[in-house]
C-alpha cells in the first residue's frame, strides 16, 4: 500500500469555505482564453474527446467559466455548482510559477496577457481541469443530488471524477513516457502534474480498492459534506414521508406531493448514474489497467522504483495467461524477471544502508512479486528477510499505536500484521490505547 498524498482527495469542499469573492477587471478574459486552450488540449485524447461531448450536449455547459482565487493551502481546484464555474487555488499557481506574494487580481493580469504563460499552466493542469470538468457535468445530469436537495454529495460521484482523470492522465503519460521517468526519478516535479501523478500510482492498480479508497476518504469527514447515493436516496424518501405527516396534520397535500416528486426524481438520477457508472467502468477498467500496469511499471524499472516497478509488473504478469506465448507476453515476462534481479540486488547492495521501514517494504514487495509471478525468493536473502521484517515489525507496531491519521495508522497496522504473519506468528497486537 502507498499513502496517496493528503491533498489528493481534498479537490472538492464547499464554496463558503473560500467567503465572498470579488470580481477582478480580466476574470472574463482570462476565463474565456483558459476554457479554450484547455479544450483544444483535453480533446486532442480519447478520453478528453469523448468527455467533451457529453458536456457539450448539456445547455448549461455554455455558462461555465474559469477563475482563479487564493483558498485554504489544501484545496488545489474545485467546482462550484452554484456559480457555474472552475475555481484554481492561486496558492498553488504561485508555486507552479515559482512566485510569491502576488494579489489575485496581478496574477489574472499576467495570465491574460502571458500567452506561454498560460499554455505552460495548461499543458499540466488539464488532468485536474477534466476532474473538475466531470463534477460540472454532474451538476448538470443529476441537479438534486449536486444541488444539495439530497443533503449531501454523492460519493460515487468521485469515482468518475477520478476515473476519468485517470483514463486522461494514463494516454497524457503514455504520449510522454520520458516525463513519468523524470517524475519518478524526482527529476522534475510541479504542483499538477504532481498531483495527478499521486492518485494514479494509487488508485490506477485495482478497481475495487480504488473505489473503496475514495469511499473511506470521502465519507470518514462529515463536513466534507458526503455520502452515498443510497443514502442520499433513503433521505430523500424521508422527507417525502415526513410531508406527508405533515400533510395529514394540516389538510394541505401540496407539500407532501412536492416532496414526493422531488423523492422519485432523485431516485430517477440515482438509477441513471449507477447504470452510467457501471457501463463506464465495465468498459473502460480491464484495458486501462492492463495498460496502466505495463507503463508504470515498465517507467518504474527505468527510474529504479523498485518497489513501484516489482508491483505493477507482477501484477500485469499475473493477468497473462500462462500459454500465451505472444512478443507483448514475452516482453512483460523478461521485465518482471528484471524487476526482481534488479530488487534483489538493490538488497544485497544497499540493504544494510537502507532504514527499517523501507528495507522491509522493499524485501515485501520482492516477495509478493516472486509468489506473484511463480519466481522463487532469491535464498541468499532470507536471513535479510527474517531481520528486516523483526525490526520494522517493532516500529509499525510502535506508529500504528500512536498514529492519528487514519490512513497512516492503517498503512502501519497492515504493514506489521503482514511481517508478524511472514514471520510465523500472530498478528501483530492490538493497538495501545
Not at 455554455?62 to 472552475?86: F, K, M
Not at 394540516?250 to 430517477?268: I, L, N, P, R, V
Not at 513501484?308 to 507483448?328: F, H, I, M, N, T
Request: charged share 30%; net charge negative.
Amino acid at each position: 500500500m502507498r499513502l496517496l498524498r493528503p491533498s489528493a482527495a481534498v479537490l472538492l469542499l464547499l464554496p463558503a469555505l473560500c467567503g465572498p469573492l470579488l470580481a477582478y477587471k480580466h476574470d472574463d478574459s482570462l476565463g474565456k482564453k483558459l476554457l479554450g486552450e484547455f479544450r483544444a488540449e483535453i480533446t486532442s485524447r480519447r478520453t478528453g474527446a469523448d468527455f467533451y461531448a457529453r458536456l457539450d450536449a448539456a445547455p448549461e455547459a455554455s455558462g461555465l467559466r474559469v477563475l482563479l482565487r487564493r483558498a485554504p493551502a489544501e484545496r488545489v481546484a474545485w467546482y462550484d455548482p452554484a456559480g457555474n464555474a472552475v475555481y484554481f487555488n492561486t496558492r498553488h499557481v504561485q508555486e507552479f510559477f515559482d512566485i510569491k506574494g502576488y494579489r489575485d487580481s496581478r496574477i489574472i493580469e499576467i495570465l491574460n496577457v502571458g500567452k506561454a504563460a498560460r499554455a505552460e499552466f495548461v499543458k499540466r493542469a488539464d488532468a485536474l481541469f477534466l476532474h473538475e470538468l466531470v463534477h460540472a457535468l454532474q451538476s448538470y445530469l443529476y441537479p438534486r443530488y449536486r444541488s444539495g436537495a439530497a443533503a449531501a454529495n454523492p460519493v460515487e460521484f468521485e469515482y468518475e471524477a477520478y476515473f476519468t482523470e485517470d483514463l486522461y492522465f494514463h494516454e497524457k503519460l503514455s504520449d510522454s513516457p520520458a516525463l513519468l521517468e523524470k517524475f519518478l526519478k524526482g527529476e522534475e516535479q510541479d504542483v499538477y502534474t504532481s498531483h495527478s501523478l499521486a492518485g494514479y500510482i494509487e488508485l490506477s492498480l485495482d478497481a475495487d480498492r480504488y473505489r473503496e479508497y475514495i469511499r473511506s476518504r470521502y465519507l470518514r469527514d462529515e463536513a466534507m459534506g458526503y455520502a452515498d447515493l443510497e443514502e442520499a436516496g433513503r433521505a430523500a424518501r424521508a422527507r417525502a414521508a415526513d410531508g406527508r405527516i405533515a400533510a395529514y396534520a394540516t389538510g394541505d397535500a401540496s407539500g407532501y406531493e412536492a416532496e414526493k416528486a422531488a423523492a422519485a426524481a432523485a431516485e430517477a438520477e440515482k438509477a441513471a448514474y449507477d447504470s452510467f457508472l457501471e457501463d463506464f467502468y465495465t468498459a473502460r477498467w480491464p484495458a486501462f489497467s492492463a495498460e496502466a500496469l505495463l507503463l508504470l511499471g515498465s517507467a518504474a524499472l527505468e527510474a529504479g522504483d523498485h518497489r513501484l516497478a516489482l508491483d505493477c509488473l507482477a501484477q500485469a504478469e499475473e493477468k497473462v495467461p500462462p500459454d500465451e506465448r505472444s512478443g507483448a507476453a514475452k516482453e512483460l515476462r523478461t521485465k518482471g524477471a528484471l524487476a526482481i534481479l534488479q530488487a534483489a540486488a538493490h538488497i544485497r547492495d544497499r540493504g544494510g544502508k537502507m532504514p527499517a521501514g523501507d528495507l522491509a517494504l522493499l524485501v515485501r514487495a520482492l516477495e509478493e512479486a516472486s509468489a506473484r509471478t511463480g519466481r522463487p525468493f532469491p535464498a541468499d536473502l532470507a536471513p535479510v528477510r527474517r531481520s528486516a521484517y523483526l525490526r520494522a515489525l517493532k516500529r509499525f507496531s510502535r506508529l500504528a499505536s500512536s498514529e492519528r491519521d487514519p490512513e497512516k495508522k492503517a498503512f502501519y497496522r497492515e504493514n506489521a500484521d503482514y511481517f508478524s504473519s511472514a514471520l510465523g506468528g500472530p498478528s501483530a497486537a492490538p493497538d495501545s490505547p
